[in-house]
Nanobody, 124 residues
Framework: QVQLVESGGGLVQAGGSLRLSCAAS????????MGWFRQAPGQEREFVAA????????YYADSVKGRFTISRDNAKNTVYLQMNSLKPEDTAVYYC?????????????????WGQGTQVTVSS
């Protein structure tokens, strides 16, 4: 049974930082691309960042480029999202997802497995 478990969310002031983690089990982690998405109340789930199976390629939404960094540790079956210079508009539930195609995608429907999400709230 595949499980993706996010952690590291919380409440932070604007300009602050958080690091999200997503621990994967039940799959061969190094064969999957991983992505982070977010969903604010009343809005659709949107792409944040993705990383290919090896970590050699990363992709970001324009809204987070230069502030967020995605990385992975295949030995620990974990993907991370370092979020710096946080803004109130970053407030959302953040989800990690696994894509067996392995190259990384911005499209929600290309992901096979999803975590339960972790809340990030940025106060102004």
């Amino acid at each position: 049974q595949v499980q993706l478990v996010e952690s590291g969310g919380g409440l932070v002031q604007a300009g602050g930082s958080l690091r999200l983690s997503c621990a994967a089990s039940g799959l061969t982690f190094s064969m999957y691309a991983m992505g982070w998405f977010r969903q604010a109340p009343g809005q659709e789930r949107e792409f944040v960042a993705a990383i290919n199976w090896s970590g050699s390629s990363t992709y970001y939404a324009d809204s987070v480029k230069g502030r967020f960094t995605i990385s992975r540790d295949n030995a620990k079956n974990t993907v991370y999202l370092q979020m710096n210079s946080l803004k109130p508009e970053d407030t959302a539930v953040y989800y990690c997802a696994a894509d067996r195609r392995a190259y990384g995608s911005r499209l929600t429907y290309e992901y096979d497995y999803w975590g339960q999400g972790t809340q990030v709230t940025v106060s102004s």
